[in-house]
């Protein structure tokens, strides 16, 4: 098979490393990829939305199998714009059309769909633009903290959780009397904060069967102890110790099944991820938000727990037989930790020289903001750059592998965080 990936983050490096090593893969191209990817396939100088040169280089070298990796081209319907397209209708590709992408590209949509289908999820009221003085009564209404929302897409920054009702009231200004966010702020949800620890679930589903792919946990903020501002993720364990078998019963019940019932109710055809960002309250799971694309870095540790064949798995989804595939999971505990580069997720410079040096056990280096240079040189080229992953026992061992790693890698101003995993082994002897 002919595999082309759309992306360019740790993700789609993890889903190059996993799909090169499979029998069926003849060629791999990755859009636009990084310099990680580029050692597994052909990177494409081609932008993840520009569909006109995505269908040239599908025609070009002949692909078989297209893997969507990042959200946007989903929710600008990459997939409706194959369907429509003689030339491109029967190549299988990997991730909804654009009416199942709105379960991530409006959270309106998601909350109003999770209510349909009585999907646990937090209590909200959606606001029009116009409605300002609506949303700050509603404020006055509910108890702090206070969880806003921008409707839309906002490159991760769109949730902003505000302690007091002022702070809630300024930022909530700014959303619908500025347009913070752009056109993402058309609508804005309000809904009430949730008081647990989070879990990302991942569904694989063809629109008829589904299938549980090993769930993570990922550290959102930039600092130890969950400190600092929110990113993308800097550091992601699986499997969780409290994604036990009776709290992944109630998620399977009370989750998964209604969504994937509920898209079949209302008629929206889903081919692709379900990542089920989710909150354990006091044992019961509720939704946080839907993604329809794998986490990232969720993805680099939940691949390396997958024994069977991706390839075989993702392409059988994406032809909508995926009640003939199977699943093999390692039972080991995979931990990833992300280094970013200064003043992420501010500003930051690019272009740093990494060094890698050869002893690094046998951890996954995962290149995710990287390029080379015009001399060839492996360079930092965004706020996140490589994720460390390590397998091992437990979390103490897949800790002390990954952090060792780490130490025979540098660049200029490189952060991590060094307590990936810690609050887990707390959780553990909490327990015993
Ligand atoms: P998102 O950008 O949608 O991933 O949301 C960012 C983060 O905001 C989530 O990972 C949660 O930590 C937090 N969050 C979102 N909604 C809620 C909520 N209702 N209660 C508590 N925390 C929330
Ligand atoms: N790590 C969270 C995300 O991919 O959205």
Partial sequence: MNVL????????????????????????F?????????????????????????RTAVLKYKIDFLLVGPEEPLVKGIRDFFESDPDLRNIPLLGPGSAGALLEGSK????????????????????????????????????????????????????LICATRDEAKTELGKMMLESRFGNATNKVV?????????????????????????EAKDYKRVYDEDQGLNTGGMGAVSPVPFADPSFMKKVEERIVIPTVNGLKKDKIPYCGFVFIGLMNVAGDPYVIEYNVRMGDPETEVVLPRIKSDLLELLSSCAQKKLSRANLEVDERCALTVMLVSEGYPGDYSKGREIKIQEKLNDSL????????????????????????TSLASGIEEAREKTYQSISHIYFDGMHYRKDVGLDLLKDYAAKK
């Fill in 5 to 28: 990936i759309l992306g360019s983050g740790g993700r789609e490096h993890a889903f190059a490393w996993k799909i090169s090593q499979s029998p069926l893969c003849s060629s791999l």
């Fill in 30 to 54: 990755i859009a636009p990829g990084n310099a990680g990817t580029s050692e597994l396939g052909e990177n494409l100088d081609i932008r993840v939305s520009d569909f006109e040169s995505i």
């Fill in 108 to 159: 309106d949509f998601a909350k109003a769909f999770m209510q349909r289908h009585s999907i646990p999820t937090a209590s909200y009221k959606t606001f029009n633009r116009g409605d300002y003085e609506s949303a700050t009564a509603y404020l006055d209404e509910i108890p702090a903290p206070y969880v806003l929302k921008a409707d839309g897409l906002a490159a991760g920054k769109g949730v």
């Fill in 190 to 214: 309000i809904e009430a904060f949730l008081d647990g620890i989070e879990l990302s679930v991942f569904v694989l589903t063809d629109g008829n069967t589904y299938m549980l792919l090993p």
């Fill in 365 to 388: 280096v995962f290149h995710a903001g990287t390029k080379k240079n015009q001399s060839g040189m492996t360079v930092s080229d965004g706020g996140r750059v490589i994720a460390v």
